[in-house]
């Protein structure tokens, strides 16, 4: 059975320091052009139930500067949309493939995905957690700060998916986090658990509060994600009134540490959880984080298919 990466627990911390090793090199031969082919003869699936335009093409650009070949296969057009049950796509496909990307509503879907099929699963994003896009973004605070131990993110806004694999992936790396949540939107009481037992060795305090002020200040990284998840759409009008305090502008950020960086996984809604002015200012390392996303797909295709 090859290894997946369905959350990031599925890694160690210094398999995590590995991946961010892999993908600092890579990113050197990738910008360069160097032909690598570390990936000849693999076929690499992506199976997606949501749109996307960065893990998506992040994901295939980087197999195929691997030397793989890549299947993108929407959910809509597959026997899936017609009620197959994703343990019989499973199966199929864990025989033709040698790696399949799968973005999901349901984490159970991800996790079935990789129980029937022997092949290595990756986790594009699932409505608990989001482990590919906390590896890149852990590595551009790396490649920015030169650390990360000891430093702390501010987190503001929903308990979502992006907030359960933020909260993991700092405990592992010993980053102190910071979630300021509305009432009613914090993260799942588990994931804190989870990552409050990984901080207990590392050294990472996991903070949940609703005040988002608290969780700003002396913060060196600041993180927000949008307040509508796809799958959410359906309480949007309320989450709209919800989090309409739970904004990064350039008074919050004022609260962090004088060098704080701004961060967004995107897709960015300027003038609900970030403002233009701040992810456009000198402090948002935004667009490094997104072009990171590619070399982080590198890594990680490299850690889990390229061997030693
Ligand atoms: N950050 C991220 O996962 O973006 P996409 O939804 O475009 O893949
Ligand atoms: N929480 C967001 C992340 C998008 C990358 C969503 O699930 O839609």
């Not at 997606?48 to 998506?56: G, H, I, M």
């Not at 989450?239 to 004088?258: C, E, H, P, T």
């Amino acid at each position: 059975m090859a290894k997946s990466l369905i959350t990031l627990t599925d890694i160690s911390s210094d398999e995590l320091l590995e991946i961010f090793n892999r993908i600092k090199k890579l990113k050197v031969k990738i910008k360069k052009r160097e032909s690598i082919k570390i990936l000849e003869n693999k076929v690499v699936g992506l199976l997606f139930e949501k749109p996307s335009t960065r893990t998506r093409t992040s994901f295939e650009a980087a197999a195929l500067r691997l030397g793989a070949n890549t299947i993108y296969m929407p959910s809509s057009e597959m026997q899936l949309k017609r009620g197959e049950p994703i343990k019989d796509t499973a199966r199929i496909l864990g025989d033709y493939l040698d790696c399949l990307i799968a973005r999901v509503y349901e984490h159970d879907d991800v996790v079935e995905l990789a129980k029937y099929s022997s092949i290595c699963v990756i986790n594009g994003l699932s409505d608990l957690s989001h482990p590919t896009q906390v590896i890149c973004d852990l590595f551009t605070v790396l490649e920015v700060k030169g650390k990360l131990k000891g430093l702390t993110m501010a987190y503001i806004g929903d308990g979502d998916n992006m907030c359960h694999s933020l909260m993991v992936g700092c405990a592992m790396v010993g980053m102190n986090i910071n979630c300021a949540c509305p009432k009613g939107y914090g993260p799942k009481p588990e994931i804190i658990n989870e990552a409050r037992k990984i901080g207990e060795k590392t050294g990472a305090k996991i903070n949940v509060v609703d005040d988002p002020k608290a969780a700003a200040r002396g913060a060196n990284v600041f993180y927000t994600d949008v307040w509508v998840s796809m799958g959410d759409e359906a309480s949007a009008q309320q989450r709209m009134k919800d989090f309409a305090d739970y904004q990064i502008n350039a008074d919050l950020v004022k609260l962090g540490s004088k060098d704080a960086s701004v961060m967004h996984c995107l897709p960015a809604h300027r003038g609900l959880e970030i403002t233009d002015d701040v992810i456009e200012g000198p402090q948002s390392i935004v667009w490094q984080e997104g072009a990171n996303k590619m070399y982080g797909a590198a890594g990680i295709l490299d850690f889990l298919l390229g061997g030693k």
